[in-house]
């Protein structure tokens, strides 16, 4: 008999620090396993790019364990249960998990979760009722905590953690302001997303040509900044900070291929009386509930708009997630596996 | 009949981001003024010299109002009522105030308390139990908030504000790593301060080094660091944090004179989920009358030491500002007027 076999990719070598290249993995072809008891078989939908797998790429100190060589590449994925041993899954049930860069994925049923396609599609499990949906909800409400009234600077805000940040900033009376690169993220993150104004980075490339935009932007400084990119945005957004002004660290996307960007204006912490926080979502999981009743909900309404970006196949993966890092997605960077 | 005369310092001109020069200040003859109803005269004792000062001097966006051109440098004294019109007050109490740098203030009696000198001297309400005591008090106990156990790292550890930090610490059972300046300052940090460790930051001037020696000072990493100086050392020491760390940061003196430091380890912010907060012990006065009980105490019975560099004479302030923008002072700074 002949057996079932499915695609996966693995880590092949680590980058080291240098760029991502297709080179660092390896398309694999393996068997489809067989049920054993208390186990789940999941033929994934879609896969989720995400940046911080390019942390995990490296064997560096960092908040989780290295991406192991030679193993499928992590990753959170949605699709539909095949066949089920186990109590809480059955055929045809949707489900929300890790299980990495491969078209099959085996489950013990933890950290697998049913999820209702009934309003909200399978793949915004990934997005906007996902990680990245509550990344934005936990940054913004419980470290950021906007009042009405405040202004609200979000990076890389055409994403799928940008996009969410700023429609929730608005829903809460907030000034929601933006920086993208290039000039159709910006008509899209005003436009279809509403925030109050867009800055195009790739313009404003300078300290003081990006304090500019952010002074015409942000005429009453910035309460609140959400920062997913690094860089020049971060560095004179400090500088427009009012007092007592939060940031919420979470990501520095334009440091992870080619070494970290150093950070001019330190005093800004100081002389702002700043309070700053890097944060993880996955460690906070009392937020996850709350934060995904109130994204499913509006998402379901259609009063949370996201993007996808979809590459086609496993084997794009590669190509597609070095895009990501590079800013060449629009809106959430998914991989369609069927 | 012929009038009473003092001296006072007022500032000539702006540094403008250059190091300061004796030349941008300038000793003044001024007539003792005649107490008015509702008035205080104090002759002040000691002037404090502080590294706030310096962002005075400039005329940019920073938490309180420029330093007027031609008028008295402001700063903390300590002094005795001379002459009194105010009902709060009386010839012969000693007064903690903000008289400025000059050998006698009027006062309208705000800003303006009464101490005990019984067992505290008059010049620790400028250091331990003053503003540099209360500063080190809030940043630990109100931002670090350390657990018995935990490291904390201060900079400037011999100065005014970082012996506290220590010695705070030390009293909740944390392991307190100082740095300070050359080997004299770090054997009072260790012997008298009883200081856990303390390293020499003039052996250890690039980001290697100082981590290698903040590895062996915090073996087990730094879970709270009391940031008052910026460069190599703040740097080096956010690579150290464990995760959750909680940073402190109440200075930046390094950078004072001659533009700022940038700093190299953003992303340890990120990876280490730290909470960063950058504060002003004036604008926290809810936290002064407990501070100030605590560190008052601990000064009267000995258990927190301190230490003063004092110049003798108003005339000698700016060099012994100077100096102090450049560490060249070993405790808290005062200039002796009396």
């Not at 695609?7 to 390896?26: D, E, K, N, Y």
């Not at 960007?261 to 460690?283: D, S």
Request: proline share 6%; with cysteine.
């Amino acid at each position: 008999m002949t057996q079932k076999t499915y695609q996966r990719i693995v880590l092949a070598s680590r980058p080291q620090g240098s760029p991502v290249a297709p080179t660092h993995f390896r398309l694999e072809q393996a068997t489809v396993p067989t049920v054993q008891p208390g186990q789940v078989l999941v033929r994934n939908h879609y896969l989720s790019l995400d940046p911080y797998m390019r942390g995990r790429m490296e064997d560096m100190k960092s908040y989780a364990a290295p991406q192991p060589v030679g193993e499928t590449m992590v990753g959170g994925t949605v699709g539909i249960v095949e066949a089920s041993q186990h109590p809480g899954f059955k055929p045809g049930d949707a489900v929300v998990g890790y299980l990495g860069w491969a078209e099959y994925g085996l489950s013990d049923g933890k950290m697998l979760n049913k999820v209702d396609t009934t309003h909200v599609p399978l793949s915004a499990y990934l997005g906007p009722v996902g990680m990245p949906g509550v990344t934005a909800w936990y940054g913004l409400r419980r470290i950021c905590e906007p009042k009405p009234g405040e202004t609200v600077l979000v990076s890389a805000a055409s994403g799928a953690v940008g996009s969410v940040v700023g429609q929730l900033a608005k829903s809460i009376g907030c000034r929601a302001v933006g920086i993208a690169g290039g000039p159709e993220k910006c008509a899209y993150v005003r436009g279809e997303l509403g925030f109050d104004a867009c800055i195009d980075h790739r313009e404003h490339t300078d300290l003081k040509s990006m304090g500019q935009a952010l002074k015409a932007a942000a005429p009453d400084g910035i309460d609140c900044l959400f920062e997913n990119v690094g860089g020049v945005g971060f560095d004179a957004a400090l500088a427009r900070m009012n007092a007592f002004g939060r940031v919420a660290l979470c990501g520095l996307i334009a440091g992870y291929e080619g070494g970290d960007i150093a950070l001019q204006n330190v005093r800004a912490l100081l002389v702002n009386r700043l309070k700053l926080q890097g944060f993880i979502v996955a460690e906070h999981l009392d937020a996850w509930p709350a934060a995904l009743a109130e994204l499913g909900a509006g998402v379901a309404s259609g009063r949370i708009k996201y993007r996808e970006s979809i590459a086609q196949g496993l084997a794009a993966a590669p190509e597609a997630f070095i895009g990501m890092l590079h800013g060449k997605n629009f809106g959430k960077q998914l991989v369609k596996l069927t």
